[in-house]
């Protein structure tokens, strides 16, 4: 069984607490600040005001505005009346959650309003959220992960690097029962929390569009999927919707290594590499009609690809992804599936609370899937039979 690191404001706040019962701080007496604590034993405001916070929600200390924080003082509670010693009692009990939230990277095409929504959530409910970008790095995000359970923080939303396998710290949390959620993939085999859009539904409901436009020769572009549960759903999705139809799946016409949209590798050379790659599968397979990304930024790619073989979208092959970013009145438009990122952001924050409140697991979900919308745009048009 792997063993977490007990948080530093933890260990902090036994340590006070130790000396208070002990009499190295006696009633009345003014313990250090957090400032002077958090140079002592080397460690950030945010642990020591959470440690002391916790003392003051014990009834152990009283923390007062402009002056410190004190020892409380029994004896002395009926002199100040009802009202205060009521006040201070709310404001002793209040400390604020800190909520850490690992992703890989973000933009105006998909993360953006993700963030926004939990921000807001935590905004509402007072409490702190943290934010690491992992850039899809392995190693990057298991040290985000220890670093955020070091300092404390009470619960973790993780959008995991998209690798073949899931990091060795996110297992330690599965296993030890730490407050996590995942979003927009999930563990195989292993009970966790997880929020995602219902990819399978979703590149259905796109991949029967498309059917439905007269498409029967349409070309998938994806990343490698390795085992990354988001993908495979899409092409599964993809393969459901062909067959609702009574269409053959042909797989030729597929490409499912683009690698320049994979985390770290979107770079002019790696670009360049992928448009080529899909002008050439234009060329060898000029019975596609229809392109349908797993990416936006692969339909960007695309929609390249198609316009130097000298090609016009949609007259000539429609594309369609999932995820855009918001486009401006006049503006070239995909159809794409968009994800409800609001609601992603609110259910996440949602589930987290209640796992860490400890609430009967029986009523918090395993697995949350959302419905994406069809936007429809000036990328896809009815099929046009080629001469």
């Not at 959650?97 to 807001?120: H, P, R």
């Not at 939303?157 to 029962?177: D, G, H, R, T």
């Not at 050439?280 to 930024?297: G, N, Q, S, V």
Request: some cysteine; hydrophobic content about 40%.
């Amino acid at each position: 069984m792997f063993a977490l690191t007990k948080p530093l404001y933890e260990v902090l706040y036994e340590n006070i607490k130790k000396d208070i019962m002990s009499g190295v701080y006696k009633e009345g007496d003014r313990v250090p600040s957090e400032k002077e604590l958090s140079e002592q034993y080397d460690v950030s405001r945010i642990t020591t005001k959470k440690a002391l916070e916790m003392l003051a929600g014990e009834g152990l200390i009283v923390r007062q505005p402009g002056r410190g924080s004190f020892v409380k003082q029994n004896s002395s509670d009926e002199e100040k009346g009802p009202e205060l010693v009521e006040s201070l009692s709310k404001e002793e009990k209040r400390t604020p959650l800190m909520i850490g939230l690992v992703i890989t990277d973000f933009d105006d095409s998909y993360g953006t309003a993700l963030i926004s929504s939990i921000e807001k959530c935590t905004t509402e409910h007072s409490c702190f959220l943290i934010l690491r970008r992992s850039f899809g790095i392995s190693d990057i995000e298991e040290k985000a992960i220890r670093e955020l359970v070091e300092l404390g923080v009470d619960g973790l939303i993780v959008f995991p690097a998209q690798a073949e396998y899931f990091s060795e710290e996110i297992l330690k949390l599965v296993l030890n029962k730490f407050p996590l959620v995942l979003v927009d993939r999930h563990l195989k085999g292993i009970s966790t929390a997880s929020v995602s859009t219902d990819n399978v539904g979703a590149a259905r409901k796109g991949t029967e569009y498309l059917l439905e436009l007269g498409h029967r020769h349409i070309g998938l572009l994806t990343p490698p999927p390795n085992d990354t549960t988001a993908l495979e759903d899409r092409i599964e999705g993809f393969v459901q919707a062909h067959a609702e139809k009574g269409v053959i799946v042909d797989r030729d016409l597929w490409i499912n290594n683009i690698t320049s949209t994979l985390p770290n590798s979107f770079r002019p050379p790696n670009i360049r590499h992928d448009i080529d790659k899909i002008k050439k599968h234009l060329i060898d397979h000029p019975t596609i009609t229809a392109l349908f990304a797993a990416e936006y930024y692969i339909a960007l790619m695309a929609n390249e690809a198609v316009k130097e073989l000298g090609m016009r979208v949609p007259e000539d092959v429609s594309i369609m992804c999932f995820d855009s970013p918001p486009t401006h009145i006049g503006e070239f438009q995909l159809t794409y599936l968009a994800q409800d990122q609001e609601k992603m952001g609110q259910k996440v924050f949602d589930i987290l609370l209640k796992l860490r409140n400890k609430e009967d697991q029986a009523v918090v979900p395993k697995r949350v899937l959302l419905d994406a919308n069809l936007v429809i745009g000036n990328s896809t048009a009815p099929v046009t039979i080629k001469k």
